[in-house]
């Protein structure tokens, strides 16, 4: 199957300072990837669309100058989480749609963000 | 707006002991429903899609199944490594960019 590797898989950081977490996707190239947000027991919320070569498309309620999204590439995303803040300290996952008109979602395996 | 439901919340079966696991969802024209096999402390896994009424999917010990309003995933004789949370995830038709709306999911516990 479809790999997508997300580096790092576990960061921690003071407050005020920036993170860039990398989603790479191996084995196939992808116009389109996701980053997604997950809470404690809850499901996948997105925040944004990031498509190659065009700027992201942010869900209402995210802040696209907080998280800066870059996909130079149609194999990595890179989600940026400036000024980091406690608040903000979380699992994020990323994922890439495969192009064989399928569809399909290939996911990372997480980044865990924890904001000092 | 597309929903999608997922029950039971949790599921707690022994090894052996079949059972489903249900989606509901509501969505403006479907052009796919995906189910995925979470870990905890890692991204989904995909496991199935479907596309229309009446598809079946099967994997291993898995079956996933497809009408108009739900989906189901079948579990037959689980073991305690299925222990995951399951998650259900539609693609409306006329979404661009292919977006998923998941379900809260199922946590599953299989006990040996």
């Known amino acids: 199957g479809a790999v997508v590797s997300q580096h790092p898989s576990w960061v921690i950081c003071k407050s005020g300072t920036s993170v860039k977490i990398e989603c790479r996707s191996l084995?196939?190239?992808?116009?389109?990837m996701f980053w997604y947000r997950q809470f404690p027991k809850q499901s996948l919320m997105l925040m944004a669309t990031?498509?190659?070569?065009?700027?992201?498309?942010?869900e209402q309620g995210v802040e696209k100058d907080k998280f800066l999204i870059n996909h130079a590439s149609l194999t990595l995303s890179t989600l940026t989480v400036t000024s980091a803040h406690p608040e903000d300290s979380s699992f994020y996952i990323c994922?890439?749609?495969?192009?064989?008109?399928?569809?399909?979602?290939?996911f990372g395996a997480g980044t865990r963000l924890s904001v000092l | 707006e597309d929903q999608v439901t997922q029950s039971p919340e949790a599921l707690r079966l022994q090894e052996g002991e079949s059972s489903s696991l249900n989606c509901s969802y509501t969505?403006?024209?479907?052009?796919?429903l995906f189910w995925y096999r979470q870990d905890p402390g890692k991204g989904p896994e995909f496991l199935f899609t479907?596309?229309?009424a009446g598809e079946e999917k099967e994997k291993e010990r898995l079956k996933a199944t497809l009408t108009k309003k739900e989906s189901f995933l079948h579990i037959t004789a689980p073991k305690p490594e299925d222990s995951a949370t399951y998650l259900c995830?539609?693609?409306?038709?006329?979404?661009?960019?292919?977006?998923?709306?998941f379900g809260e999911g199922t946590q599953l516990t299989v006990n040996p």
């Open positions: 969505v403006s024209g479907l052009r796919g």
């Open positions: 084995d196939f190239q992808a116009t389109t």
């Open positions: 994922s890439a749609r495969d192009t064989s008109g399928k569809n399909i979602q290939y």
């Open positions: 990031s498509n190659e070569g065009s700027k992201a498309t942010y």
């Open positions: 479907l596309y229309s």
């Open positions: 995830a539609v693609q409306a038709s006329e979404t661009s960019g292919s977006r998923l709306t």
